[in-house]
């Protein structure tokens, strides 16, 4: 059974604090990694994709990964209110790269 | 249209109803995929699809659930005699190219089975 295993929280940081996020993925075959926003009620939106080992910076986002350890992680910094929601790391599985979730962490980002 | 669209937003069906979720992906997106997420939970696949063709359908649950895309490029999920355990949000993603491109996704359709 192939799973992503993520902390589903919720994690609770300080306004402009840094917010990490952390998965484990159980399949060695997957090549590609997302993470997804996800407010409540609303659909999953993509932050950050990572397909080789190490980092990855896009503004606030860092994506890391460790394909030995099978980890990756999302480092949120200078984090604000609007950055609280469920946060979902997911692995491209199969042979068509459908998409492996967690279960998500929620991230509460406190004025 | 510039993103995916899916219809209905919100569907409420009484058990042993038919219901039919439709999708509209990104123009030009190849790769079609369904989703169905339950309350707290992630995502979970049901199948795929490489324009008109199923290539894959091993996450559906039962028989009960069938998903085409004739043409190759609007995709329905239906099922049928829908029962409680069915209740969850049903989303569609698009993607273009290769294996390891992003997938877009639509709003999602929720269904509530009552």
Redesign the interface.
Known sequence: QKE?EQNSGPLSVPEGAIASLNCTYSDRGS??F?W?RQYSG?????IM?I?SNGDKEDGRFTAQLNKASQYVSLLIRDSQPSDSATY?C?A?G???????????TKLSVKP | GAGVSQSPRYKVAKRGQDVALRCDPISGHVSLFWYQQALGQGPEFLTYFQNEAQLDKSGLPSDRFFAERPEGSVSTLKIQRTQQEDSAVYLCASRQGAIYNEQFFGPGTRLTVL
């Open positions: 992503v090549q590609s997302f997804y609303k659909s999953p939106e993509l994709f397909y979902l997911a491209g199969g042979s068509q790269g459908n998409l492996i979730f967690g279960k998500g």
